[in-house]
């Protein structure tokens, strides 16, 4: 006989025979481990199944030479999870069954309060640090700006000059297309309802405060932190990157001064003409609606706005748009000067910088919206 013959394991078998008590006994023998039942388990089911209907039979298992979980846990199904009644094995194998027979408990899930409250807590902590990281950025700020006042030749003019041609000129076209967009939305879904009441003559005056006062200082600021904010942020972010602001510390040139205050005040100047711009087009493309829907002509529509709309509304949307432009300047540098030395906190702090500064535009203008409710009124 080879040395193959001899180690090969055994098959799995399984018979039915008549017990001594005239009842019947199952006997299993041969090798019921993983790599045996692999071809025979189809075959192997449907016989257990059967002679598991049983109840009075007895089972043997003594002849089994070699038994594992997985055989184990066939019997296991097989008699229904549970254990055999008339059961004979080998003590080896005794351990197998006695942990199937162990109570199976699903643990509870845990709520994780700590690490819940320590990741709002570490959020709150990081919204305070920038808080008075900006805080501090501006201070310095005005401090400088304190200073250069009584030296009027150390003003960087011909930053703040490109950055009014970068924040307001190069920014004309798109805003032009939001304005006119706007306008002719607004008009011609107010229009659709007006006419139920006889109304037509309203639209000028929904027209006139909603863009004026609201949307067309809210809606410019919105694209500019976008746009120009998220510029700023990777301009700075950049040169973080190529160690340009360690080089510019180490020359003694305040970052402040050359990189910061220029662009507040660049913003500041650019976001009152660039929301009067807007203005303007939203409300063309609010004419040439209330026009095509109302029949309101051009003439009569001008000749009856600043009649319904006070000049204080005007005066109140350039006069937030100051506030706006020069607070997305303010944050987008503090995010610009935060960024670390490496591609990834670059991409971080550029999406970090436009989704604060939005956030800060909205609530601004909640603020002033507050303050100022009885301010241009309807007349």
């Not at 990157?241 to 001064?257: N, S, Y």
Request: glycine share 8%; charged share 15%; aromatic share 6%.
């Amino acid at each position: 006989m080879s040395d193959a013959t001899v180690l090969t394991p055994a098959p799995p078998q399984i018979r039915r025979v008549a017990a001594d008590d005239g009842g019947a006994r199952i006997e299993l023998s041969g090798t019921w481990n993983l790599a045996a039942l692999a071809d025979f388990v189809a075959q192997l089911r449907p016989q257990l199944a059967e002679y598991a209907r049983d109840a009075g039979c007895s089972w043997d298992l003594s002849a089994v030479t070699a038994l594992d979980h997985v055989g184990a846990l066939l019997l296991w199904r097989a008699w229904g999870w549970r254990r055999a009644s008339r059961l004979v094995l080998k003590p080896e194998h005794e351990l197998l069954f006695d942990d199937l027979a162990k109570p199976r408990t699903l643990p509870r899930p845990r709520l994780e309060w700590g690490a819940t409250t320590i990741a709002l807590g570490q959020k709150v902590i990081g919204l305070l640090d920038h808080l008075f990281g900006a805080t501090a950025l501006l201070g310095q700020v005005m401090i400088d700006a304190a200073g250069l006042m009584r030296r009027p030749r150390e003003i960087p003019w011909r930053e703040i000059s490109a950055n009014v041609f970068r924040t307001g000129a190069q920014a004309l076209g798109i805003t032009a297309i939001l304005g006119f967009l706007v306008g002719v939305v607004i008009s011609y879904l107010s229009s659709q309802q007006l006419k139920q009441f006889g109304a037509d003559i309203y639209i000028i005056n929904l027209v006139g405060v909603s863009v004026i006062r609201e949307l067309g200082p809210v809606l410019c600021a919105v694209l500019i932190a976008g746009r120009s904010g998220s510029s700023m942020t990777a301009q700075l972010g950049v040169m973080r990157v190529t160690e340009e602001l360690d080089a510019m510390t180490v020359m003694g040139i305040p970052h402040t001064v050359r990189l910061v205050l220029p662009r507040m005040i660049a913003l500041a100047i650019s976001m009152p003409l660039l929301v009067l711009w807007t203005d303007i087009v939203a409300i063309l493309g609010g004419m040439i609606a209330a026009q095509a829907e109302l029949g309101i002509s051009y003439r009569f529509f001008l000749s009856r706005l600043p009649d319904v709309v006070p000049i204080a509304n005007l005066w109140l949307g350039l006069g937030k748009s100051v506030v706006f432009g020069a607070l997305i300047a303010l944050i987008a540098c503090h995010f610009g000067l935060r960024i670390e030395p490496d591609t990834e906190s670059l991409g971080a702090g550029t999406t970090q910088s436009v989704v604060m500064a939005i956030t800060a535009v909205i609530i601004v203008d909640a603020v002033f919206a507050v303050m100022f409710s009885d301010v241009g009124s309807f007349r």
